[in-house]
Nanobody
Framework: QVQVVESGGGVVQPGGSLRLSCTGS????????VGWFRQTQGKEREFVAL????????EYGWFVKGRFTISRDNTKNTVYLQMNSLEPEDTAVYYC???????????????WGPGTQVNVTS
């Protein structure tokens, strides 16, 4: 059983940056693909970025437009989401999920964290 937890959210002004972390428990976390998704109230969860277990596959949501970078450090059981040039539209709860296959859909991820809130406001 893998457990994951997100951290690094907070309040930032438009144009600012945040780095989110997704940390997994257990020695097998490095064998999983990780996807980041976000959700605002009343809307479905939206794909943000994903990374395969070996960094070979990296994909981003259409709205990222070069502003975010996903990476992982398997020695620390952690996947990072560096977010730059943040916009008010990026305000959401950000979730990470761990699963076998790197896909842009929620259902392939078996293990989810509780989420971390990101607020982009002036």
């Amino acid at each position: 059983q893998v457990q994951v937890v997100e951290s690094g959210g907070g309040v930032v002004q438009p144009g600012g940056s945040l780095r989110l972390s997704c940390t997994g428990s257990g020695p097998s976390f490095g064998d999983y693909a990780v996807g980041w998704f976000r959700q605002t109230q009343g809307k479905e969860r939206e794909f943000v970025a994903l990374i395969s277990y070996n960094d070979v596959t990296i994909e981003y949501g259409w709205f990222v437009k070069g502003r975010f970078t996903i990476s992982r450090d398997n020695t620390k059981n952690t996947v990072y989401l560096q977010m730059n040039s943040l916009e008010p539209e990026d305000t959401a709860v950000y979730y990470c999920g761990a699963g076998t296959f790197p896909r842009q859909v929620e259902k392939v991820y078996d293990y989810w964290g509780p989420g971390t809130q990101v607020n982009v406001t002036s």
